[in-house]
């Protein structure tokens, strides 16, 4: 296969993405980008697909985003943590049961918060617009800036749903040790998704990162377009120190977005070291090994 870029972190309409499994596929290799994964939030739904659309002209790895609350550790007013999971298998449905029933209940309480605040709005309004089996807090955003709550969907996220605003409900998760473990039972390879998001000075990351790696993580995702030059030295630094892997993904979205699949942000992305894969599917093979001597 001809070498090309790389980007393990990219959303579809399957999950909050705007874009078409095919529209994606397409983009990817218009962008010279070889090796992908959709990594739609708690569902991996668009992967048999992206593999028959694609074939043999890119790669695509099985890769889902869980996110994991902080809560337990004293600091639940900051962002909540996210991780990539990559070659899962069937098991990770018992976690995406159990996250579904969390998700449902938190968009009923948004939806009642929002209407004891004067704005009218249905989660039946919400499903017909966004033509989904399944809803998140980004499909209320947009559905708040289509009826003219907000400039933007994301200004309606930032108004009424983001941490401290009128709407804010926070979603029962796992904490991020049990959700490390929980993946690698399911045969996956953990890596921190857009560390820069929780907001950490660098002691801080350091000795979460360090926590993080004793309970099994594989990975950090040092290669994000949000990442200015000095952090992307500062998480390579402590990949090097506890021996993690440094992935690369974009987060894409949408393609109004400024963000593009493989390229990044005003082409700062651009990676096409394959020794991350390769790293990878070793340390899948490690977890494989190991959960079936567990487990007899």
């Keep these: 296969m001809e070498l090309g870029y790389i980007d393990l972190h990219i959303h579809s309409n399957f999950s909050d993405g705007k874009e078409s499994v095919k529209s994606i596929i397409d983009t990817a290799l218009s962008n010279n980008t070889r090796v992908i994964s959709l990594t739609e939030h708690y569902n991996i739904s668009s992967y048999n697909l992206a593999k028959n659309i ?27 943590c996210h991780f990539t999971a990559y070659f899962i298998n069937r098991k990770i449905y018992y976690i ?4 579904e029933v ?6 009923d309480k948004i939806i009642r918060k929002l209407n004891q605040n ?10 017909r617009e966004v033509k ?20 933007s969907p994301a200004h309606a996220y930032s108004k009424y749903l983001d941490i401290g605003s009128v709407a804010y409900v926070e979603r029962e998760k796992m904490s991020p040790i ?20 929780l907001k950490f000075n660098l002691t801080d990351m350091d000795n979460f990162i ?15 377009p949000h990442n200015s030059a000095e952090k992307r030295d500062e998480l390579l630094d402590l990949c090097l120190k506890y021996d993690l892997i440094p992935t690369v993904g974009s987060d894409f979205h949408s393609h109004k977005d400024n963000i593009q699949i493989g390229i990044g942000i005003d082409e700062n992305l651009k990676i096409s070291d394959y020794s991350i894969i390769t790293r990878l599917k070793e340390k899948k093979h490690i977890i494989d090994i190991n959960n079936k001597n567990k487990n007899g």
């Excluded at 709005?121 to 499903?127: I, N, P």
């Excluded at 490390?180 to 921190?192: F, K, W």
């Design 118 to 127: 004067g704005i009218s709005l249905t989660s039946g309004q919400v499903y």
């Design 54 to 80: 694609a074939g043999n002209r890119l790669e695509v790895i099985p890769g889902i985003e869980i996110g994991s609350s902080l809560s337990s550790y004293g600091i639940s007013k900051k962002h909540v």
């Design 102 to 107: 969390f998700r449902k209940k938190s968009i």
């Design 96 to 99: 995406l049961d159990k996250y």
């Design 178 to 197: 049990e959700l490390i473990n929980t993946i690698i039972e399911c045969g996956g390879v953990p890596v921190l998704a857009h560390p820069k998001s």
């Design 210 to 224: 360090k926590m993080l790696k004793e309970s099994g993580l594989c990975g950090v995702e040092v290669y994000n």
């Design 132 to 151: 989904k089996e399944s809803i998140g807090r980004y499909d209320i955003a947009y559905m708040l800036f289509k009826k003219g709550y907000a400039v």
